[in-house]
DNA sequence: CCAAATATCTTGCTATGCAATACATAATAT
DNA sequence: ATATTATGTATTGCATAGCAAGATATTTGG
């Protein structure tokens, strides 16, 4: 079936577009339940959740989250163990945690209205 | 307060890469309960909805989602008023749809575990 | 000492949202 | 007739995020 391959092709394609943002709003929730983790902690977390996020995408983000404000990063040498990088939302960022949930929700809700009756 | 500005500040900025891909799932469904629609219609509807879409957003989305075959458009040219685009899905565009709102519904599910009990 | 594991960071590419702007036609007012 | 407003669609340019691929650094085990 060819209209398949064209379909999924398509949807391929789509699926990097709309994790834009979605992801933010992913890892500030994650450190909202757990109050503080790292890098590989969290993608493991969030791969655990269902959602597969590749390091050339985490990393780049906890660096801008924590340039923007949101997120307050500290050094920390185990006694064993490689050094990690720890996060933890900044108050900025629990303020922005709230609002983009606020958005988020509001935006599925529409998304529902619009789907009418026709699920 | 200086910090609410800066959280206002970062969600706005969030806001437009949060759409990305979204707003396809929404034209694809509005088109899907709609059966048929041309621009300015499926502005209002989404607004309607709560959903604001700009022009400059919306045609260069119809237009992509047609070249890439999920749209297809025809021209009418009503015996009062101004010549319209009207849009449907395509067969494509069903199957894309159908895709994409798996994905979207499993993205959310994702979330709903990631948030924990912390909501 | 070398290899594998753990952990973080960088580069380059692609693609979307959106403000601003432009263009065209139909209806309405003067 | 003619100007203005309303309706409708399209384009340009910029900023920004996701991601594959690869680089870097440290610790541990053979």
Redesign the interface.
């Known amino acids: 079936m060819d209209?398949?391959d064209?379909?999924?092709a398509?949807?391929e394609k789509?699926?990097s577009?709309?994790?834009?943002?979605?992801l933010?709003?992913?890892a500030l929730?994650?450190l909202?339940?757990r109050d503080e983790s790292y890098g590989l902690d969290m993608m493991e977390?969030?791969a655990q959740?269902?959602?597969e996020v590749s390091e050339g995408t985490l990393y780049p983000l906890l660096a801008r989250m924590t340039r923007?404000?949101?997120l307050s990063p500290s050094w920390t040498t185990p006694e064993t163990g490689h050094p990690r990088k720890y996060y933890r939302l900044s108050?900025?960022g629990q303020?922005?945690l709230a609002?983009?949930?606020e958005?988020?929700d509001?935006?599925?809700?529409?998304?529902r209205?619009?789907?009418?009756?026709?699920?």
Chains 1, 2 share one sequence.
């Open positions: 209209e398949m064209a379909a999924m398509l949807v789509w699926r577009q709309s994790r834009k943002g979605f933010d709003l992913c929730s994650l909202a339940s977390a969030l959740a269902g959602l923007e404000g949101s108050p900025t303020l922005v609002a983009m949930r958005e988020f509001r935006n599925v809700a529409a998304l209205r619009i789907e009418g009756g026709t699920r």
